[in-house]
């Protein structure tokens, strides 16, 4: 059964450092793996796709890696910012789009 | 597009009562599914469904019921609710399987 793990499980930043949470799972026949974010009391919010045949995906200061040979997941957050604290949950595609996802990193960015 | 919208927000019932959680998206997604979220155990998946007429069963499918007769709406119904179906429900869609997934607001519920 696929395991998704994220570590650390909680991360305290100061505004403007890059963040870096990870993720590992440990079945690498993925088909695609999705980044989200979620606000305290809210729904998911989704950050970035990345496709099994990609090794990366940006979207403004989100960067996404992807190693399925070692089974990891990278998210990097540049100049992280007040509004970027949250928790940040991975899941990756299983057969016919069943996610399975980890615990998550919860991430507080302080001014 | 109001994109996957979810009904109730909160809701309370008693053990034994039924109920049905109300998920729509005006897409035009062919996969929906649902997942519950409690602490310690994160996002599990409920049901799912690759289209119109077609469901199947997630991880956790006990005391759940599902149906698929439009592409737009994919209802979860509680049978009679235990104390442990106490959760966030989470509807979500995408266009494919492998496709981008979004999520609706979730539905709280208590079941004392």
């Known amino acids: 059964k696929q395991e998704v793990t994220q570590i650390p499980a909680a991360l305290s930043v100061p505004e403007g450092e890059n963040l870096v949470l990870n993720c590992s799972f440990t079945?690498?026949?993925?088909?695609?793996l999705q980044w989200f974010r979620q606000d305290p009391g809210k729904g998911l919010t989704s950050l970035l796709l990345?496709?099994?045949?990609?090794r990366e995906q940006t979207s403004g200061r989100l960067n996404a890696s992807l190693d399925k040979s070692s089974g990891r997941s990278t998210l990097y957050i540049a100049a992280s910012q007040p509004g970027d604290s949250a928790t940040y949950l991975c899941?990756?595609?299983?057969?016919?789009?069943?996610?399975?996802f980890g615990a998550g990193t919860q991430v507080v960015v302080t001014p | 597009n109001a994109g996957v919208t979810q009904t109730p927000k909160f809701q309370v019932l008693k053990t034994g009562q039924s109920m049905t959680l109300q998920c729509a998206q005006d897409m035009n997604h062919e996969y929906m599914s649902w997942y519950r979220q409690d602490p310690g155990m994160g996002l599990r998946l409920i049901h799912y469904?690759?289209?119109?007429?077609?469901?199947d069963q997630g991880e956790v499918p006990n005391g759940y019921n599902v149906s698929r007769s439009t592409t737009e709406d994919f209802p979860l119904r509680l049978l009679s609710a235990a104390p442990s179906q106490t959760s966030v429900y989470f509807c979500?869609?995408?266009?494919?399987?492998?496709?981008?997934?979004?999520f609706g607001p979730g539905t709280r519920l208590t079941v004392t």
């Open positions: 990345i496709q099994s045949s990609q």
């Open positions: 079945d690498s026949a993925i088909y695609n």
């Open positions: 469904s690759v289209g119109a007429g077609i469901t």
């Open positions: 899941a990756v595609f299983d057969s016919w789009g069943k996610l399975q």
């Open positions: 979500a869609s995408s266009y494919k399987w492998d496709s981008e997934v979004y």
